[in-house]
């Protein structure tokens, strides 16, 4: 329960404001006085306090001037019926949260303290992700050794409070869902659904249901109404991975969402309220794309509010050494053994050009851990994978037993899997039909990533 401090010098309004806010849910304490006040706010910890301007013996702003020079950290919010602006100015350069004018409704009272609230659980959970990402890496991807992702790291922390449109740009493999949840979880909608989606691994024909929803009957097949992505999101977040995949039919739609925020699901003649932030990704250069016409322009303009970059991993090799070892304490905790980098695979990493970036990184590293018995993980662990094999058909020879004929057909079969669900493991096994167990083993067994 949050407890509030009440400093007025009218008996009735300390009364009515503390029946108020005690139906509101808050610990209410009152004082008469500033001195009183200051001494009580001190001595105990009270997360808001609302304090009247014109008191006898100590004044608000005196109040507050002193409250915050000894290390006073509630929110205070000033109230007076007197000097209009230029007390709410004048309160607000001694440091108060906001200003409430008397006479006041009841219910701007509580509105005032709960947005209070909110930007004080914002202040704390921004502050918490400039230090994750400060301390290092605490899930996939979060390093932040090099210059270049420093900025993107600290350009997440400040746009993750606004519901801002996030345009994140990075070649395959750099982090762009990790980023898109970083700033999920720093934001305001944290406690709401994070929703993501490749649009380019969903058919054209069923991408507009997939974000939209339909109604029953509006196509065959349609036979019950279903809701969309937008609709899963709502409160939360919408990641539109590979939006430059994204046909161009299905561009007008969802610049139409973004613009009014209303969808309208697919054989519905009504449009509905949508409360989604949405963040695109991209590995494309949608400038380029929008300036040759194969990505509408307007929509270009209207995802790139703010853009962050996360450049490859072949640019922050800083980076490389730092992620490698998280990824490998990771895998220790998960297999139960104990597992290093020796000093010379630390130097092969570091020289490697890691054209996948961080996710070939990462899997080449588990390849490496399961594939040795050893606890120092050598150079010569990460074994470069054969190009596939092409087997003829046939009844003799080394090329023609059924084994090889069974193994080569796995082989592109998990790879061509893999490659539509751009490397997602699990989608791949859904998509194969077999479990995610039986995956790993026979990925493990013919050297895939």
Known sequence: MKTVLVVDD??????????????????????????????????????????????????????????????????VIMMSAYGGEDAALAAMKEGAYDYLPKPFRPDEVVLTLRKAEERERLRHDVAG??????????????????????AALDLVARVAEHSTTVLITGESGTGKEVIARAIHRASPRAARPFVGINCAAIPESLLESELFGHVRGAFTGATADKAGLFDQASGGTLLLDEIGELPVGLQAKLLRVLQEGEIRRVGDQKTRRVDVRVLAATARDLAAEAA???????????????????????????????????????????????????????????QQEWKGNVRELENSIERAVVLTDRDALEPGDFRVVPPLRSVERGSGGEAGRLNDVVEAAETQAISDALKAVDGNRREAAKKLGVSLRTLFYKMSRYGLE
């Open 292 to 350: 040759v016409g194969r990505f509408r322009e307007d929509l270009f303009y209207r995802i790139n509010v703010v853009a962050i970059e996360l450049p490859p991993l072949r640019e922050r090799r800083e980076d490389i050494v730092p992620l490698a070892r998280h990824f490998v304490a990771r895998l220790a905790q998960r297999f139960g053994r104990p597992l290093t980098l020796s000093e010379a695979t630390t130097l092969w990493l570091e």
């Open 129 to 150: 992700l400039r230090a994750q990402l400060a301390t290092g890496p605490a899930e996939r991807g979060l390093v932040a050794e090099s210059r270049a992702m420093k």
């Open 10 to 75: 009218e008996p009735g309004l300390r009364q009515s404001l503390g029946l108020l806010l005690s139906d509101a849910g808050y610990a209410v304490t009152a004082e008469s006085d500033g001195k009183k006040a200051l001494d009580r706010a001190l001595a105990e910890s009270f997360d808001l306090v609302l304090c009247d301007v014109r008191m006898p013996e100590m004044d608000g702003l005196a109040f507050l001037r002193s409250y915050r020079s000894r290390g006073g950290d509630a929110l």
